[in-house]
């Protein structure tokens, strides 16, 4: 177990609707990474935060959007769901901005557009 | 931003022997590159990491090299496994006020027993 969990584990929803997708970091972990992992695909990084504030955006579609609260969970809203959105989650934290420490990953959230 | 690209996209080896993955990044700022393996269903977990001050790094059966001026680094599985079969990928970031994570495509590697 990494630490870090996500919820909810899978999520089967219609085109056109909007979910978000919820990220508890590993305690003590200020900044926390959303990744999109297509079938077959690699690692998309569509969003960073830490400690609250926006740190550094990939390839994140104007449907989607993210937030860090003052407890340090985050939430990755997607609306306007269509079909391509389908794919696998990947929340990650870690626990310092200046240093090359580890990123843990969640177990993912599967999102099934159909 | 950066750019990592990651080679072959498939690989498949005889349980025993060696593989080998390459990876190439394009910003010489990016100072810290790890590997992750992910194996099916589950979530990509660090398996080793290599700084840019350090040409190679070894943990038992698997190595990394790291080539600054080239701009590429690889990593080396020897003996083989059939355990060692999942999805591997590279990752270059850049440590200090600005964190992003750049993955490559990842590799994946099927052992034959």
């Known amino acids: 177990d990494s630490g870090v969990t996500q919820t909810p584990k899978h999520l089967i929803t219609a085109t056109g609707q909007r979910v978000t997708l919820r990220c508890s970091p590993r305690?003590?972990?200020?900044?926390v990474y959303w990744y999109q992992q297509s079938l077959d695909q690699g690692l998309q990084f569509l969003i960073q935060?830490?400690?609250?504030?926006?740190?550094a955006k990939g390839n994140i579609l104007e449907r989607f959007s993210a937030q860090q609260f003052p407890d340090l969970h985050s939430e990755l809203n997607l609306s306007s769901l269509e079909l391509g959105d389908s794919a696998l989650y990947f929340c990650?934290?870690?626990?310092?901005?200046?240093?090359?420490?580890?990123?843990?990953f969640g177990q993912g959230t599967r999102l099934t557009v159909v | 931003g950066e750019n990592v690209e990651q080679h072959p996209s498939t690989l498949s080896v005889q349980e025993g022997d060696s593989a080998v993955i390459k990876c190439t990044y394009s910003?010489?700022?990016?100072?810290?590159f790890p590997w992750y393996k992910q194996e099916l269903g589950k979530r990509p977990q660090l398996i080793i990491d290599?700084?840019?001050?350090?040409g190679e790094k070894k943990d038992q059966r698997i190595a990394v090299t790291l080539n600054k001026t080239a701009k590429h680094f690889s990593l080396h599985i020897t003996e083989t496994q059939p355990e060692d079969s999942a999805v591997y990928f590279c990752?270059?970031?850049?440590?200090?006020?600005?964190?992003?994570?750049?993955f490559g495509t990842g590799t994946k590697l099927q052992v034959i027993p």
């Open positions: 990650a934290s870690s626990s310092t901005w200046d240093r090359d420490t580890e990123a843990f």
């Open positions: 305690s003590g972990d200020l900044s």
């Open positions: 935060y830490y400690n609250g504030e926006e740190r």
């Open positions: 910003d010489s700022a990016s100072n810290y």
């Open positions: 290599i700084r840019s001050n350090v």
């Open positions: 990752a270059a970031s850049q440590w200090g006020g600005y964190q992003k994570v750049t």
